[in-house]
């Protein structure tokens, strides 16, 4: 079974200052990860994967996670908001079970972006 | 790469009716999927194919879903005898077959049964 908690529901962040997006994960299997960004009435943009290569992970938009299995979180970073990044994040695990595909969503993050 | 389209973009309809969506995948995708979001959620696995063939479905796709993929391309999802419960967005996703491949999402199709 594979599951998914984003820790905060809400998170308001200044422009200009760091963002910090909480993700743990729970996985029978050796989990792949991801990010995801969801603006308003539009689709799932993926911001980031992890697959068990390196355990920082570089995505678009100056995003990074850093995969922790000692803690079982997959934490978003970014150093500097901007106020395009105002969006729903969702984490996102896929826990690689022989004939599973589905992937299995966190609640999501709503990130507000103050000027 | 064109995307993932969805069509149409919204539809209305009353409660009983029948309504179907269709979903063009990207076109070297030979994996494709279908999820479920409710207002306030993260969206819900409903089921997958590999080329024409359903290899997985979820417990949340009662009798009254059905989808198909019958030429291994586009795919539809129908859904019969609507109720106020189904009223959600629906999301289309297609990826290449192989370990960690990313999912790709179109825009969705918004049902709202009045």
């Given amino acids: 079974a594979q599951s998914v908690t984003q820790l905060d529901s809400h998170v308001s962040v200044s422009e200009g200052t760091p963002v910090l997006l909480r993700c743990n994960y729970s996985s029978s299997y050796s989990p792949s990860l991801f990010w995801y960004v969801q603006h308003p009435n539009k689709g799932l943009q993926l911001l980031l994967k992890y697959t068990s290569a390196a355990t920082l992970v570089k995505g678009i938009n100056g995003f990074e996670a850093e995969f922790k299995k000692s803690e079982t979180s997959f934490h978003l970073t970014k150093p500097s908001a901007h106020m395009s990044d105002a969006a729903e994040y969702f984490c996102v695990v896929s826990d690689q079970s022989p004939g599973r595909r589905a992937l299995t969503f966190g609640s999501g993050t709503r990130l507000q972006v103050q000027p | ?114």
């Fill in chain 2, 1 to 114: 790469d064109t995307g993932v389209s969805q069509d149409p973009r919204h539809k209305i309809t009353k409660r009983g009716q029948n309504v179907t969506f269709r979903c063009d995948p990207i076109s070297e995708h030979n994996r494709l999927y279908w999820y479920r979001q409710t207002l306030g959620q993260g969206p819900e696995f409903l089921t997958y194919f590999q080329n024409e063939a359903q290899l997985e479905k979820s417990r949340l796709l009662s009798d009254r879903f059905s989808a198909e993929r019958p030429k291994g391309s586009f795919s539809t999802l129908e859904i019969q005898r609507t109720e106020q419960g189904d009223s959600a967005m629906y999301l289309c996703a297609s990826s290449r077959q192989g370990e960690y491949q990313p999912q790709h999402f179109g825009d969705g199709t918004r049902l709202s049964i009045l």
